[in-house]
């Protein structure tokens, strides 16, 4: 048993383990359901930047997160056929209270699942999937069913979806409109590590394509992801991929990034969708990351802004439950789609906007890199100010 006020959240994957954590550490207790039989995520590496970092420093994971991420000095970005820098953009890590991150994603998983585990009140509830949600004036119960058949019940003051692209809390709160094929898959594996002295993040732009990639796992791999257009949606979450397959894909690339590609190993292949925003909020029912708003891989904001939606929900609720009890959750959960609402639209259009630009082909791709020359580091940075720079109330 935990103790309450308690709520319950649905999906044990990033969004959900942080919001777990903000509650707790709130004094506000959470069952986390997981359809899956065992925690694990997907995907290779991510990237962690100042907005989502500062969210996780307060929850006191900065020196765990410090054990397996790299701390990115910037970002290059390349021309596809030949590796030419179009544009380099520096950061300085010892100089930031909150480093921009690169690490695996089942290492980010792994801390935030331990911390987890170690709070009291929160409970890990696995191999449950949700069948029904129902809410009234008191909270929001579900019904769960196991993989042998058998269902339970559970209930709390709320409940947030945090169950990714495909939620079933999403279907079930009144919005199946299905999620859309965008034409583009990712190619994501990692290599040994490479001696090329200050780690960075760096993007090849092509034609139809394009390829980031960085150190993970404290330097000791090296994270690659390579975009290309796909004629149609592979069925199942990810797929195995044929490097023979993939070296076609990176013929005209640079030596460099062409050698990297067949030093890689691992490739799993995931087909892009995309889906329109759901309502993030519906009385007592809360959606958070994907199953409320899927950025495309563009931005690098995907796990981001999952971050920063628990740490907004978990404030509002706290402070409502501190000034009205119960009864003010369902307000609660309206604030944070409200405050949410303007900087998630901004962060997917943003990103929708890399996609176009990223895989220009000629002749506008010509004055696309003419375009980040004259922008110039300084400029991208100026640019993104906006999004880097973003702190919790």
Do not use: C
């Not at 048993?1 to 506000?28: C, D, E, K, N, Q």
């Amino acid at each position: 048993m935990v103790s309450s006020p308690h709520f319950l959240i649905v999906g044990a994957g990033i969004g959900g383990l942080t919001m777990a954590l903000s509650l707790a550490r709130r004094g506000i207790a959470a069952t986390v359901i997981e359809k899956r039989t065992g925690f694990g995520e997907l995907g290779a590496g991510l990237q962690i930047s100042p907005n989502s970092g500062r969210v996780l420093d307060g929850l006191d994971l900065t020196l765990p997160l410090k054990r397996v991420a790299v701390s990115s000095h910037g970002l290059v970005i390349r021309r596809w056929n030949d590796g030419r820098a179009l544009l380099e953009m520096p950061s300085h890590p010892e100089r930031l209270t909150t480093p921009y991150r690169a690490l695996k994603r089942n290492d980010l998983h792994t801390v935030l699942l331990d911390a987890a585990r170690a709070m009291p009140n929160i409970r890990l509830v696995i191999g449950r999937g949700v069948d029904e949600i129902t809410q009234d004036e008191t909270g929001v119960s579900t019904t769960l069913t196991g993989q042998n058949g058998q269902w339970e019940s559970f209930h709390g003051l709320g409940l947030i979806g945090a169950d990714g692209l495909w939620s079933r809390v999403r279907d079930l709160s009144g919005d199946a409109s299905p999620p859309v094929f965008t034409g583009f898959e990712a190619w994501r594996a990692l290599a040994p590590a490479r001696a090329t002295g200050t780690p960075r993040v760096n993007l090849h732009l092509g034609p139809g394509r394009h390829a980031v990639h960085y150190p993970v796992a404290a330097g000791h791999q090296t994270n690659l992801v390579i975009v290309r257009r796909a004629s149609e949606a592979r069925e199942g979450w990810t797929r195995e991929g044929d490097a023979a397959v993939l070296a076609q894909h990176v013929a005209g690339a640079s030596p460099d990034l062409r050698a990297l590609s067949a030093a890689a190993s691992g490739w799993q292949v995931w087909s892009l969708f995309d889906r329109k925003p759901a309502a993030m909020a519906r009385g007592r029912i809360a959606l958070l990351g994907d199953a409320a708003h899927p950025v495309l891989p563009f931005l690098a904001q995907g796990a981001s802004l999952a971050i920063e939606d628990a740490a907004v929900l978990a404030r509002l609720l706290a402070q409502a439950l501190e000034a009205e009890g119960a009864r003010g959750v369902p307000a609660a959960m309206a604030a944070y789609a409200t405050t949410r609402a303007a900087r998630v639209a901004r962060v997917q259009e943003a990103s929708r906007s890399n996609g176009r630009t990223f895989h220009l082909g000629w002749p506008l791709s010509i004055g696309r890199d003419l375009a980040l020359r004259r922008l110039g580091g300084d400029g991208l940075s100026r640019r993104y100010g906006w999004l880097y720079q973003w702190r919790d109330a």
